[in-house]
């Protein structure tokens, strides 16, 4: 990678999204918090493939994967959670540690657990809602669009044939909080068998954080 093309000096928030912990504290995880439009659930205990490997591991896994990656590159990565084994923290509070970094691009790591007959990964970015993410969709569309594109040519792994469109979201707290540009990526999808098979693969999920980190790197550098 030519030092043009670096992230050196920037700052990205990896969020890895939901915890090992969370299915055994439904009162924490179902108590609702503001997510600027509305209330949500602080958060959930995330999908799993029909083998029992979770959501929150594979989130976590790519997460660490990636933030190797950026450091090695020269960036600072801060991260919402570091283990497994806790609870949440709530999809607000997760907002809230990237925006108190200024982060310069931030992520939000998942795994979807959609029809069983459905394949495929999706990006989502934030709706333009006033006096909330107006000021960042613009730009987080863009870091979209990097991450759509690399992740693609990365994994080899396609975009979601099971929802009816992909792109803004309005409804996620951790999309609405955010003060810095940041996107949402379902890398697949567990209760499909092909989509599982890969996301169980530490091999896989290696290439996913080398895809994922193409395109923080595409948009910090264009």
């Not at 055994?24 to 959930?44: F, L, M, Q, W, Y």
């Not at 990964?121 to 006096?131: E, M, S, T, W």
């Given at each position: ?51 029992g490997y979770s ?38 509070k997760r907002a ?86 940041k996107v949402f ?38």
């Amino acid at each position: 990678m030519r030092p043009a093309e670096s992230p050196a000096g920037k700052v990205v928030a990896v969020d890895p999204g939901h915890n090992g912990g969370n299915a055994a504290h439904p009162s924490e995880i179902n108590r609702t918090v503001d997510i600027g439009n509305g209330r949500k659930a602080c958060d959930t205990a995330g999908a799993e493939t029909a083998e029992g490997y979770s959501e929150a591991a594979y989130n976590l896994d790519v997460a660490l994967r990636l933030r190797r990656l950026l450091e090695g590159m020269g960036a600072t990565v801060v991260m919402t959670r570091t283990t497994n084994t806790g609870v949440g923290p709530c999809i607000n509070k997760r907002a809230q540690i990237g925006n108190r970094a200024h982060a310069d691009a931030a992520i939000s790591i998942h795994a979807d657990g959609g029809p069983s007959s459905g394949r495929g990964f999706h990006v989502f970015y934030p709706a333009a809602l006033h006096g909330l993410t107006d000021d960042i969709a613009a730009p987080s569309r863009r870091l979209a669009l990097d991450i759509r594109a690399a992740y693609q040519r990365g994994t080899h792994m396609p975009r979601a044939d099971y929802i009816g469109h992909e792109g803004q979201r309005s409804d996620l707290g951790g999309l609405n909080l955010s003060d810095v540009p940041k996107v949402f990526i379902e890398a697949g999808n567990m209760a499909n068998a092909t989509d599982a098979a890969h996301l169980e693969r530490p091999g896989f999920r290696q290439q996913a954080a080398r895809a994922i980190a193409a395109g923080i790197t595409r948009y910090l550098t264009s």
